[in-house]
């Protein structure tokens, strides 16, 4: 396996970085002839074109919802993190809650459509190193959330898990984002196999390991306290990593 990882490895990094050259400039075209409707079109199939370039390396993902998510208000998407291919199933699955996602800044220059997406798409970049700026990019983000119905996601590990092992979840950005939309639920989803891509390290992939996403019961924010709201979000999402 690891020797065929050798050969598709290199086809799947080339076609996954030219997808990303191709629908820069389509969003850049969607946003300015169709507004944010045409950008969001462009991202939405962005995502489901990216997520299908994983077939490449023979990874299926697969999304199990047994729930009929709440319409017609916020929903705070919260999930472990185990890689970068986390986000566009995640994305390209719940487009019609046209999710936006808690980012660090970093993130917002120099990658070809990503960085387009998060400047322009309504995501929150913050700076770690920057507990004001972050703070407050939160409130704006959680605020833009709550206004125009949109779906939040956010990864409370801070950062990824490289063996699928979970992180303690950090509180303050979920805590920021649910003040403002307590009339809102949180979505907990737990993601498992997708960290094996990178099992062998940067080079070569990790072959054949089906990437699950499991979406859990929806909780009103309104429902518990805080403290609670976060104990039971964090139980369900880790108790079904395997």
């Known amino acids: 396996m690891k020797i065929l990882s050798y050969i598709l490895s290199p086809i799947f990094i080339l076609v996954f970085f030219l997808s990303l050259l191709i629908f820069h400039p389509l969003q850049w075209l969607g946003l300015k002839l169709f507004g944010y409707k045409g950008h969001q079109f462009v991202v939405d199939y962005m995502n489901w074109f990216l997520s299908k370039t994983l077939l490449i390396l023979g990874v299926v993902v697969k999304v199990d919802n047994?729930?009929?998510?709440?319409?017609?208000?916020?929903?705070?998407?919260?999930?472990?993190?185990?890689?970068?291919?986390?986000?566009?199933?995640?994305?390209?699955?719940?487009?019609?809650?046209?999710?936006k996602f808690v980012s660090k800044k970093e993130l917002g220059k120099g990658i070809p459509s990503i960085s387009f997406n998060l400047k322009h798409g309504g995501a929150a970049l913050i700076d770690r190193k920057d507990s004001k700026q972050a703070i407050s990019a939160l409130m704006e983000f959680a605020?833009?959330?709550?206004?125009?119905?949109?779906?939040?996601?956010?990864?409370?590990?801070?950062?990824?898990?490289?063996?699928?092992?979970?992180?303690?979840?950090?509180?303050?950005?979920?805590k920021v984002i649910t003040k403002f939309n307590k009339e809102g639920y949180i979505v907990p989803i737990t993601i498992n196999n997708s960290w094996k891509i990178f099992k062998y390290g940067k080079f070569p992939l990790g072959l054949?390991?089906?990437?699950?996403?499991?979406?859990?019961?929806?909780?009103?924010?309104?429902?518990?306290?805080?403290?609670?709201?976060?104990?039971?979000?964090?139980?369900?999402?880790?108790?079904?990593?395997?």
Not at 68 to 78: A, T
Not at 225 to 241: A, C, M, Q, R, Y
């Open 66 to 99: 047994q729930h009929k998510l709440p319409e017609d208000c916020s929903l705070i998407f919260v999930s472990n993190h185990q890689s970068m291919f986390d986000i566009s199933p995640i994305s390209w699955a719940f487009r019609k809650h046209q999710p």
């Open 143 to 174: 605020k833009r959330i709550k206004n125009n119905k949109w779906g939040a996601v956010i990864f409370p590990e801070g950062t990824r898990s490289r063996d699928g092992k979970p992180k303690k979840f950090a509180i303050n950005g979920l």
């Open 208 to 242: 054949g390991s089906p990437i699950t996403f499991t979406v859990h019961q929806p909780l009103k924010i309104n429902s518990l306290p805080f403290n609670e709201l976060l104990e039971k979000t964090e139980s369900v999402i880790k108790d079904h990593i395997k």
